[in-house]
């Protein structure tokens, strides 16, 4: 049995949602109709948004709706934590839910006081427009948008377990996160420890291998909410949940601020696991590799500094191959320099994929991210 598309976001079986925007605020509910098991992994920034404190406890007692605010980070300001309590509280009063099942999130600019009668005035408006339909969930993914142009949301089947996401990212994603919120919903009935452990090893091979711009947010947040209401077992849950957050990652890549390219950097015969991760998100991060890939340059001794300044690997053995829709090209085999002509052309595209063989193991990862453009530069010199 395949994973199938299923036109749902996070309104699987049993979850409600909706958002408004209304300036530059945004407030999004997510809604389940009984207390779920909750999963969270979130910044490693020392400096964290006033959230995450939060939801840490709260996740222990299950959740059962979720706020997320756009236009303000709530992070690095006094009374944040208060005030993300606040959140909570004003959603417990209009839906008639215990606060302490309820979970916060928040994303914009850092340094500034949250309007709470603004938020306020939002939650009124969005806790009457829930919906259990695709477009509750659409409306809930454009609320927290920010910096982002694009949408993102995905659901997926697989042997009857269902998994629904929104999330949100453009810029300052690096690995171990990025300025970015994810939401996700599932029928699976599995327990909280064993959810962690299945959303921990998910994010690792996914969003902690997404590089826009190797910077690092303090608001970082993936939540799991589950409602148990499919049997299944563990290890299809992880192949479903790896999936789902893969081509998640993917959508923020695509949606890179100020990105003209998609870049996919698959690393390949590593000796550890490690070292390919390590590897991957070498390539991905550098602004040497994401500038070559914007000037359509097939500069790959960029790409053979990035990973050597990360892990130990004998350039004599490795391969180097570039990929679009104009075909595939070795620029280097097995240490030799290859002739670049096709490798412009190959760059041209949209879609770019750098495989790299280090034919040294049996390991491999993928990373995502874009390309580095000057358009960058204006999006966050203007951003307030």
């Known amino acids: 049995m395949n994973i ?28 389940s109709d009984k207390i779920c098991e ?18 840490r406890k709260r996740l222990r007692n299950g959740l059962q709706a979720i706020v997320i605010n756009s236009g303000n980070a709530n992070a690095c300001v006094k009374g944040g934590i208060r005030d993300a309590e606040e959140m909570c509280e004003m959603v417990g009063r209009e839906l008639d839910i215990d606060p302490m099942h309820i979970g916060v999130a928040s994303t914009g600019i850092i340094g500034r006081k949250l309007d709470l009668k603004k938020i306020e005035d939002l939650i009124r408006k969005v806790s009457l427009r829930l919906s259990d339909s695709p477009g ?18 995905v659901s997926f089947e697989y042997k009857g377990i269902k998994i629904g996401g929104i999330c949100k990212g453009a ?3 690096a690995p171990n996160l990025a300025t970015m919120l994810c939401f996700l919903t599932t029928n699976a009935d599995l327990d909280r420890e064993i959810l962690q452990g299945i959303l921990e090893r998910a994010v690792r091979d996914s969003f902690n291998l997404l590089v826009i711009d190797g910077d690092m947010s303090t608001n970082d947040t993936v939540i799991l909410m589950s409602n ?5 077992n563990s290890g299809d849950f992880q192949y479903l949940l790896s999936h789902t957050t893969r081509e998640m990652a993917k959508l923020i890549a695509m949606d890179g601020e100020g990105a003209t390219k998609f870049l996919e950097v698959e690393l390949r015969g590593a000796k550890s696991k490690e070292d390919a991760r390590t590897g991957a998100r ?3 991060s550098s602004p040497l590799v994401k500038t070559a890939v914007f000037g359509e340059n097939p500069n790959w001794g960029r790409i053979i500094a990035a990973i050597g300044s990360e892990i130990n690997f004998d350039f004599e053995k490795t391969d180097i191959l570039l990929e679009s829709k104009k075909g595939k090209t070795y620029v280097v085999k097995r240490g030799r320099a290859m002739d670049l002509d096709k490798a412009t052309d190959i760059l041209k595209e949209k879609k770019i994929k750098i495989v790299v063989d280090l034919n040294s193991g049996e390991e491999k990862a993928v990373a995502w991210g874009c390309d580095l453009s000057p358009e960058y530069i204006k999006i966050n010199a203007g951003y307030n």
């Open 4 to 31: 199938r598309s299923i036109d749902s976001g996070i309104c699987i079986d049993g979850f409600r949602a909706a958002g408004i925007k209304e300036g530059k605020y945004g407030v999004a509910l997510i809604v």
């Open 38 to 55: 909750a999963a969270g992994v979130f910044t490693t920034n020392s400096i964290k948004g006033a959230h995450i404190p939060v939801d």
């Open 136 to 153: 509750g969930s659409e409306s809930a993914a454009r609320a927290i948008m920010t910096t982002d142009t694009k949408l993102k949301q």
């Open 171 to 173: 810029g300052m994603i």
């Open 228 to 232: 148990r209401r499919k049997p299944c």
């Open 282 to 284: 070498a390539i991905i």
